[in-house]
């Protein structure tokens, strides 16, 4: 598992924990089960509090994404489709809104957009 933390991004250090590690968990670089590394030790692998480390799992645990079991540490939790298919479906609102800013600086029409798709998709 590789994360980094960027000091001057103005993101919280939990969340950019958070996300780097849900994005390994989702692309499949950390498998189901896989055993996380501690807090404590992630905590001082990255110089960071372990308050900080421990709010990134337990987001990551009230999202779905890892379980933990007392007195062993944290694993990742076997995938949820359909968990995974909001967290995409959240991820292509997010890029359409982006589109639709780009678009009607351009006077493109949703039929001019849906085109491009089209066209995207023959490729």
């Known amino acids: 598992m590789f994360i980094t933390i960027d000091n001057k991004s103005g993101i919280p250090i939990y969340e950019q924990i ?4 849900k994005n390994q968990i989702i692309s499949s670089a950390i498998g189901e089960n896989e055993m996380l590394p501690s807090i ?4 001082k692998d990255l110089r960071i509090s372990v308050i900080t480390t421990k709010r990134a799992y ?3 645990e009230r999202d779905g994404f890892i379980y933990t079991v007392a007195g062993k540490g944290c694993f990742v ?3 949820n489709t359909e968990l995974l298919r909001e967290e995409n479906l959240k991820n292509i609102e997010y890029h ?3 589109i639709l800013k780009l678009s009607s600086g351009c006077n493109l ?3 001019d ?5 089209r066209i995207m998709e023959e490729k």
């Open 58 to 60: 337990d987001e990551l």
């Open 113 to 117: 957009i849906v085109e491009m798709i």
């Open 40 to 43: 404590r030790s992630l905590a």
């Open 77 to 79: 939790a076997q995938k």
């Open 109 to 111: 029409t949703t039929d």
């Open 96 to 98: 359409i809104e982006e």
């Open 18 to 21: 958070y996300s780097q590690i």
